[in-house]
């Protein structure tokens, strides 16, 4: 897969920034009810993490396997990429949120075999049997 159409999203930053809003969740409702001890070593607290972790757990699979499975895929079996003039398309056809939904880029030269495109004033080099 192309760089340029990944997206700057990380899962582990986002899983990690979701575990200290739990955290502080957690804690604030420790904090809220009228017997600590019981909040803390009752059934309830037990119960909700288990669960808790359980769905993070199952996220954090999910996310990860849409990072990789993004990052091996063909940009053919990904978008539709089109050439109009001196730009080249790529619209998003499957659903993964680690890939950018459209991405216009700009023909720089070519050759038999390859365009070069610019992307935010970076060089990449396309393969034109990927371009329909």
Same mark, same amino acid.
């Given at each position: 897969?192309? %760089?340029?159409?990944?997206?700057?999203?990380?899962?582990? @930053?986002?899983?990690?920034?979701?575990?200290?809003?739990?955290?502080? &969740?957690?804690?604030?409702?420790?904090?809220?009810?009228k017997d600590a001890d019981e909040a803390i070593f009752g059934? %309830?607290?037990? =119960?909700?993490?288990?669960?808790?972790?359980?769905?993070?757990?199952?996220? =954090?699979?999910? &996310?990860?396997?849409?990072?990789?499975?993004?990052?091996?895929?063909?940009? %053919?079996?990904?978008?539709?990429?089109?050439?109009?003039? !001196?730009?080249?398309?790529?619209?998003?056809? @499957?659903?993964?949120?680690?890939? !950018?939904?459209?991405?216009?880029?700009?023909? @720089?030269?070519?050759? !038999?075999?390859?365009?070069?495109?610019?992307?935010?004033?970076?060089?990449?080099?396309?393969?034109?049997?990927?371009?329909?």
């Amino acid at each position: 897969m192309y %760089k340029f159409l990944l997206t700057d999203a990380s899962y582990a @930053v986002l899983t990690v920034v979701a575990f200290i809003v739990l955290i502080m &969740g957690v804690g604030a409702w420790i904090l809220s009810v009228k017997d600590a001890d019981e909040a803390i070593f009752g059934t %309830k607290l037990p =119960a909700i993490a288990t669960c808790v972790v359980f769905v993070a757990f199952l996220t =954090a699979g999910y &996310g990860f396997t849409q990072e990789l499975t993004a990052k091996q895929l063909q940009p %053919k079996d990904a978008y539709t990429i089109t050439r109009v003039g !001196k730009l080249i398309t790529f619209d998003e056809k @499957v659903d993964n949120w680690k890939l !950018k939904e459209k991405v216009t880029t700009k023909i @720089v030269s070519e050759t !038999k075999h390859q365009y070069q495109i610019e992307v935010d004033g970076n060089f990449y080099n396309v393969s034109k049997s990927d371009v329909e």
